[in-house]
């Protein structure tokens, strides 16, 4: 059995080391807006998104390998495939609108509509889960709502095809945050993203090879570095989630913004405009929030199991 110290121990039997969790996840929050960037710059030398889809899964999947040296094969056991596949639909579902999403608009305008997702979360708990929530939590999906609209100004502002996408994506990625929380409980972080990652490469394999456009050599090195960016921004998320309160973790993911505003300036010359980083931290705030309340019920309901 696993000591509460290992990593790769269920979340359950491991310690709340909130300076770990927070390195762990402002590393995370680096790669992913990397994850973004390296996808974008492929669109732009006309690498078709489901292409890029599948080798980013492809490198991930091959950078992972050691790792199954390693840990042999009991990183492919797993007693929740059922979820792991309702996991690998919607987790697809999500990447393959984000990287269209990705190539029409600027990173950081669709990184600040990806913060929707845990307030999604909350709705599809509700509609789907049958989960309770009460009235500050509904406020709190309210308010990232509000701040949604802050982003999109519909009426003043044309609501394109990419931003639709980044909306479509950011439900799925509510839907996929859900049941990545639910697998840390007795999965630990390599072992999620490996077997998500090993169902992703084949089945992403087709319609990659149906828009397959072959890229130059410098434009392979950018695709290849998807891989170890992707494998180690999720696996770092992972981490933290597993290593910290989930809450204070989530309070983190803001983050990413900065880090995507300062790599689409860098390398594309994109900014953001002062509303889009206002409707971005109302969105995160609430988001926070939701977590909070989130964390503070799970534990009320532990310490009345265990009282009982």
């Not at 492809?58 to 390998?65: I, P, S």
């Not at 913060?115 to 889960?129: I, N, R, S």
């Not at 290593?243 to 204070?248: E, P």
Request: glycine share 6%.
């Amino acid at each position: 059995m696993p000591q509460p110290s290992d990593p790769a121990a269920p979340a359950a039997a491991r310690p709340n080391n909130v300076l770990t969790g927070a390195l762990w996840m402002l590393a995370s929050c680096c790669f992913i807006a990397g994850i973004s960037v390296l996808a974008r710059y492929a669109a732009k030398a006309g690498v078709p998104p489901l292409q890029v889809v599948f080798l980013r899964i492809f490198f991930a999947l091959v950078t992972m390998l050691p790792l199954l040296l390693w840990r042999g094969r009991s990183l492919l056991t797993t007693s929740h495939l059922n979820l792991y596949l309702v996991r690998v639909v919607t987790g697809l579902s999500a990447m393959i609108t984000w990287f269209i999403a990705i190539a029409l608009e600027p990173v950081g305008k669709i990184t600040a509509i990806s913060f929707l997702a845990p307030v999604f979360a909350t709705v599809l708990a509700v509609l789907f889960l049958g989960e309770i929530v009460h009235a500050r939590r509904w406020a709190a999906t309210l308010a990232g709502f509000a701040g949604a609209l802050v982003v999109l100004r519909p009426g003043f502002l044309e609501l394109t095809p990419g931003v639709m996408l980044a909306l479509v994506s950011a439900v799925f990625m509510g839907l996929s945050i859900t049941l990545v929380k639910r697998l840390t409980a007795t999965d630990d972080p390599d072992r999620i993203v490996f077997i998500t990652t090993l169902i992703m490469t084949p089945l992403t394999l087709g319609p990659a090879l149906w828009v397959w456009q072959w890229p130059t050599q410098h434009v392979w090195m950018v695709l290849m570095a998807l891989g170890p960016v992707a494998t180690l921004g999720h696996i770092f998320m992972a981490r933290a989630y597993a290593a910290a309160d989930a809450s204070m973790i989530a309070s983190l993911d803001f983050a990413r913004l900065p880090f995507a505003v300062a790599f689409g300036y860098a390398l594309f010359g994109e900014t953001i405009d002062m509303w889009t980083w206002i409707g971005a931290g109302i969105i995160f705030i609430a988001g926070v929030y939701i977590a909070h309340r989130e964390n503070t019920i799970r534990r009320q309901r532990k310490a009345q199991q265990a009282g009982s």
